[in-house]
T-cell receptor
Framework: TQLLEQSPQFLSIQEGENLTVYCNSSSVFSSLQWYRQEPGEGPVLLVTVVTGGEVKKLKRLTFQFGDARKDSSLHITAAQPGDTGLYLCAGVFAGAGNNRKLIWGLGTSLAVNP | EAGVTQFPSHSVIEKGQTVTLRCDPISGHDNLYWYRRVMGKEIKFLLHFVKESKQDESGMPNNRFLAERTGGTYSTLKVQPAELEDSGVYFC??????????????FGSGTRLTVV
């Protein structure tokens, strides 16, 4: 059973299109992070959101944490071929105290075609 | 600042053999984590060190896995004896921070372990 459902699993779009990736859970998270992973490398942190309703922007990427802190989305505007990669969401359960182990989604493999 | 270093990057061993993975965290990072991704599944937590102490080892699959962090610096993860289902990519990550503040993790490139 996936504790953090990430969708879509695969996405192939044309350069210039917009896209949204979703992470959903029935559990509340104290924080949620988005990572990007390239082949043969480890995940690289893009952003951390900690407050319900929080919106963060990183150039053409917009991250939102749901009001109830159970879900998050990543929106990319005008996707570029350089955005191609695996996007992962990961969160820390609320009430975990000092235990900050991450619960991961399966990832979204994004291909942006020129 | 050097990142998190893991080696070997790849390891192919036979079932029943022993393999030791090593992780060098970013200097000064007290928190060190091991994660594993099995093909087709999500990344899963194995254990968490704070300095040299095991804070949480609830994700360790069984007693064939032994993790150590001598002196609170580098860490090793030994699998003995290895089984086919141990194949996957093992990631190490380190972070600063204490308490409930969530600092970002820095991950190593991982060790791809194949047990044949």
């Amino acid at each position: 059973t996936q504790l953090l459902e990430q969708s879509p699993q695969f996405l192939s779009i044309q350069e210039g299109e917009n896209l949204t990736v979703y992470c959903n859970s029935s559990s509340v998270f104290s924080s949620l992070q988005w990572y990007r992973q390239e082949p043969g490398e480890g995940p690289v942190l893009l952003v951390t959101v900690v407050t319900g309703g929080e919106v963060k922007k990183l150039k053409r990427l917009t991250f939102q944490f749901g009001d109830a802190r159970k879900d998050s989305s990543l929106h990319i505007t005008a996707a570029q071929p350089g955005d191609t990669g695996l996007y992962l969401c990961a969160g820390v359960f609320a009430g975990a105290g000092n235990n900050r182990k991450l619960i991961w989604g399966l990832g979204t493999s994004l291909a942006v075609n020129p | 600042e050097a990142g998190v270093t893991q080696f070997p990057s790849h390891s192919v061993i036979e079932k029943g053999q022993t393999v030791t993975l090593r992780c060098d965290p970013i200097s000064g990072h007290d928190n060190l984590y091991w994660y594993r991704r099995v093909m087709g599944k999500e990344i899963k937590f194995l254990l968490h060190f704070v300095k040299e102490s095991k804070q949480d080892e609830s994700g360790m699959p069984n007693n064939r896995f032994l993790a150590e962090r001598t002196g609170g610096t580098y860490s090793t993860l030994k699998v003995q004896p290895a089984e086919l289902e141990d194949s996957g990519v093992y990631f190490c990550a380190s972070s600063q921070g204490t308490g409930r503040i969530n600092y970002g993790y820095t991950f190593g490139s991982g060790t791809r372990l194949t047990v044949v």
